[in-house]
Each structure stands twice: as structure tokens, then as C-alpha cells.
């Protein structure tokens, strides 16, 4: 069964500290991984999209890589207005529609930014 | 704003009563996807439609949920004798083929 487990389940950071998140994942033949954030009450929004192991992604302070096991989300000198929780999620296909696949979502992990 | 929407935003309801979700996708996106998400979970797919129509369901999905997607616009999510378990959030996500999904800001469902 496909799955995702996302570590640590929160983090505190001082602005300016540098971290990384951790997503590891099961799943029969990778069609893509994603990094979602979401603010409370809020819609998931979209980051990155990875597709084949050893491919990174940029956006911000944000950087993505990807293992053929796992996946990091580093955060380089965050600002309080980082702090949201950052979920991954895999494509897993669909077992009778050949073609189609859902998104599976790890449980995120919460990320507060402290001025 | 060529965003995913949902409405309501905010739904509280008695248990027994039913309720119903709507979706407007992104207007070229073809597929559409239901999830749920309670406190401290990510979203759990539901089901999910192309075009209009609907081709895969979940086991979470009970006799009493139904979702339409009449002619392949806007989606529909009924939930019929709500009980106090469905309480959560439910997105909606649509995307176009092989490609990342783009969720809505969701609809926040309380049944007391």
C-alpha cells in the first residue's frame, strides 16, 4: 500500500535558522511527488512537483530534492511568515482506472518561524 | 481569480440533517478530486471525476455521501444524514492531466 510519513511532526525555528523537513515514501513506481503548504484554515497550495531521484526545485528559501526513498524540503534563513504546515504527497494510481492516480498525503509537519 | 472555489466556507448543521458542497474547478482542468482532512491529517482522497464523469471512489465514501459532476463544470458532494464523524474539511482539487492538483480553500463542516 502506498504511503508517506513526513518527520519531524513540528518544528520551532528562530528566523534566520536553516532546517530541513523529511518525507519518506512507499509506493510502486514513482509518477511524481509534491510539496503542498497549507496556512490553518486554508486550502493546501501548491509548491513543487518531483518526478525522478536526484532532481531539485527552488522557490524562495525553499528547496526540494528527491531520493529515490525520500524527499527534503529545505527552508534556508526562514521568516515568520514561513510558518505554515508543509505536507507531501505521491501519486498513486488508481487501480482500475490505468491512467488516473490520487494524491497521497503524509500527516505534514508544522512549521513555526519565532521572530 | 481563476482559482479553485468552494462554497460555503463554513457549514454547521444538526446530525441528521443533510448538506451539500459545491466545487468550481479551474475551466480548463478536466479532472476533479474530493478530499477530506480532519485536525492533524493530511487530505484523504474521496473520489474523483473526468469530465463528468465519475470514476473512482473511495471506501470512505459511504451510501450516504454522493457526488455529481453534471456536464463536466462544476461538482457537487451531498452529504445525507450527516453524523457527528463527518465533521472535518473537505477540498476540492482539479488539475489537468498528469499534472499537479490545485486545491480550493475548502468547506469547513461542523455537525453537532
Known amino acids: 500500500e502506498d504511503q508517506v510519513t513526513q518527520s519531524p511532526e513540528a518544528l520551532r525555528l528562530q528566523e534566520g535558522e536553516s532546517s530541513s523537513l523529511n518525507c519518506s515514501y512507499t509506493v510502486s513506481g514513482l509518477r511524481g511527488l509534491f510539496w503542498y503548504r497549507q496556512d490553518p484554515g486554508k486550502g493546501p497550495e501548491f509548491l513543487f512537483t518531483l518526478y525522478s531521484a536526484g532532481e531539485e526545485k527552488e522557490k524562495e528559501r525553499l528547496k526540494a530534492t528527491l531520493t529515490k526513498k525520500e524527499s527534503f524540503l529545505h527552508i534556508t534563513a526562514p521568516k515568520p511568515e514561513d510558518s505554515a504546515t508543509y505536507l507531501c504527497a505521491v501519486h498513486a494510481p488508481f487501480i482500475t482506472q490505468g491512467g488516473s492516480e490520487k494524491l497521497v498525503f503524509g500527516k505534514g509537519t508544522k512549521l513555526t518561524v519565532n521572530p | 481569480d481563476t482559482g479553485v472555489s468552494q462554497n460555503p466556507r463554513h457549514k454547521i448543521t444538526k446530525r441528521g440533517q443533510n448538506v451539500t458542497f459545491r466545487c468550481d474547478p479551474i475551466s480548463e482542468h478536466n479532472r476533479l478530486y474530493w478530499y477530506r482532512q480532519t485536525l492533524g491529517q493530511g487530505p484523504e482522497f474521496l473520489t474523483y471525476f473526468q469530465n463528468e464523469a465519475q470514476l473512482e471512489k473511495s471506501r470512505l465514501l459511504s451510501d450516504r455521501f454522493s457526488a455529481e459532476r453534471p456536464k463536466g463544470s462544476f461538482s457537487t458532494l451531498e452529504i445525507q444524514r450527516t453524523e457527528q464523524g463527518d465533521s472535518a474539511m473537505y477540498l476540492c482539487?482539479?488539475?489537468?492531466?498528469?499534472?499537479?492538483?490545485?486545491f480550493g480553500p475548502g468547506t469547513r463542516l461542523t455537525v453537532t
Open positions: 482539487a482539479s488539475s489537468p492531466r498528469y499534472r499537479e492538483q490545485y
